[in-house]
């Protein structure tokens, strides 16, 4: 039997409590990869009431066994990188010969943030809502051959004719079409040599250390960032990120071959968020969203935006189940609802399923709800599947069923050990557990159809 190498990725628009999840699980891999985005992605950890917030490294790292990789299809500002560093150091995390950077990730500059911020400020434009972090603009530099890689930070020559033929161009397209000032070259050039000198020690050829730690048996999670539904060709275009947020990236951004994948894993809310604008058929306007929204202590990580809330999409959840060969679910935030009376669900869209391609056919979307009781009792930090209220545990086998995805596991606050891992899943299975009658602690979450 194969050594697990398992995707985690979010199952909506992201902040599904991904952090967490990676964390929990990577004491059983030997190595955590990251494999897109940038640092417009915050994952938070709790570990006894201290609270992380990682943005580029994975959460693997805060475990200390667990070797920890930024994959080539993540978009580094080494800047971020060297304070993230620093900031782990600071509460006694070190991540020498534990953290390696791959020598093909392209590198964030400022004229890259620069550019995406006078793109979202100015009148007219459409906004995306981006963190305006450089992330777009450095992946359009990528995929226009004209980026500049981690590597290249060690060629001077190579360093020096990059930053300043690039920043002529983008001074100028920045001040014709924004009125942007200039940036300076030789302040650019002189912050990235010493950059470069500081992640220096974790720079490394990642694929060749994936794939020869996948070859000697050894186990890797690889960790999405955002959620399928921001992937750049299968979200919610062209209110989605940049880079390919679902299964199908990971392989790409990390140089693992597919046939070393053993499944993948899908983190959701017990209900729904999204940051930013865009479609969201179930967002929950008015007093009742911005409840939800302070129960759930619902706003962004690294910007502190308050998210858009809503219930939870089954006919989302059943495209990001399909698009990304979901094998198990994790329901995370449970307690969040605890005391609603009544939890709508969207188990359709009136008029058909079909996820549209466009904006104007998502504004056409109208959403089914079915209404489920709620338990009305706290779950917070309950551990055992038996002890979850009987309609808590309802809801849950529900929402298997109309996503038609088992689920394996459900967080009920934000610790570690606020977790209830449901024996025997499928879950587990992936994960290289035990399974069998001497694991059966609780009763198995099934999805056995698609609707209810």
């Given at each position: 039997?194969?050594?697990?190498?398992?995707?985690?990725?979010?199952?909506?628009?992201?902040?599904?409590?991904?952090?967490?999840?990676?964390?929990?699980?990577?004491?059983r891999f030997a190595w955590i990869a990251r494999y897109q985005g940038g640092h417009n992605a915050g994952h938070t950890v709790v570990i006894g009431g201290r609270r992380f917030i990682l943005q580029l490294i994975p959460c693997g790292i805060l475990r200390g066994a667990s070797k920890a990789v930024i994959g080539n299809g993540v978009v580094l500002d080494p800047q971020a990188l060297v304070?993230?560093?620093?900031?782990?150091?600071?509460?006694?995390?070190?991540?020498?010969?534990?953290?390696?950077?791959?020598?093909?990730?392209?590198?964030?500059?400022?004229?890259?943030?620069?550019?995406?911020?006078?793109?979202?400020?100015?009148?007219?434009?459409?906004?995306?809502?981006?963190?305006?972090?450089?992330?777009?603009?450095?992946?359009?530099?990528?995929?226009?051959?004209?980026?500049?890689?981690?590597?290249?930070?060690?060629?001077?020559?190579?360093?020096?004719?990059h930053i300043s033929e690039s920043l002529a161009e983008k001074n100028a397209i920045a001040q014709a079409l924004f009125g942007a000032a200039p940036l300076d070259a030789g302040s650019i050039l002189e912050t990235y040599q010493g950059l470069a000198e500081q992640i220096r020690p974790f720079v490394a050829d990642t694929g060749a250390l994936l794939n020869a730690a996948a070859a000697r048996g050894e186990s890797i999670l690889l960790e999405g960032a955002q959620g399928a539904l921001l992937d750049i060709d299968h979200g919610t275009y062209p209110f989605v990120t940049s880079s390919s947020t679902t299964a199908g990236g990971a392989c790409i951004g990390t140089g693992?071959?597919?046939?070393?994948?053993?499944?993948?894993?899908?983190?959701?809310?017990?209900?729904?968020?999204?940051?930013?604008?865009g479609p969201f058929p179930t967002e929950l306007a008015g007093a009742a969203g911005d409840d939800l929204r302070r129960r759930g202590n619902e706003f962004g990580s690294v910007t502190g935006r308050p998210r858009r809330v809503g219930w939870f999409d089954a006919p989302l959840m059943r495209y990001a189940a399909a698009l990304n060969g979901l094998d198990a679910l994790v329901v995370t935030k449970l307690d969040v609802l605890d005391e609603l009376a009544r939890i709508p669900v969207c188990v359709g869209y009136?008029?058909?399923d079909a996820i549209p391609p466009?904006?104007?056919?998502?504004?056409?979307?109208?959403?089914?709800?079915?209404?489920?009781?709620?338990?009305?009792?706290?779950?917070?930090?309950?551990?055992?599947?038996?002890?979850?209220?009987?309609?808590?545990?309802?809801?849950?086998a529900f929402l298997a069923r109309v996503s038609g995805v088992e689920i394996g596991m459900v967080s009920t606050g934000p610790e570690r050990d606020q977790t209830i891992t449901i024996a025997g899943s499928k879950l587990e299975q992936l994960l290289g557990a035990p399974t069998g009658a001497a694991a059966q602690e609780g009763a198995r979450v099934r999805g056995n159809s698609a609707r209810p």
């Open positions: 039997m194969r050594s697990p190498c398992v995707i985690v990725l979010g199952a909506q628009w992201g902040d599904e409590g991904k952090g967490k999840i990676v964390d929990l699980l990577a004491g304070d993230e560093i620093a900031s782990l150091a600071a509460a006694g995390v070190d991540v020498a010969g534990q953290l390696f950077v791959s020598n093909r990730a392209h590198v964030i500059l400022p004229y890259h943030r620069s550019i995406e911020h006078a793109a979202e400020s100015a009148p007219g434009r459409l906004r995306i809502g981006t963190t305006s972090r450089g992330i777009g603009p450095a992946y359009e530099d990528k995929m226009g051959r004209r980026g500049l890689r981690v590597a290249d930070l060690y060629d001077p020559a190579l360093l020096r004719d693992l071959a597919p046939t070393r994948l053993t499944g993948a894993i899908g983190v959701s809310k017990a209900y729904c968020t999204r940051v930013g604008g009136r008029g058909g466009t904006v104007a056919g998502w504004g056409a979307i109208e959403p089914v709800y079915e209404q489920l009781p709620g338990w009305q009792t706290s779950t917070e930090g309950v551990t055992r599947w038996q002890d979850l209220p009987p309609r808590a545990r309802d809801y849950l």
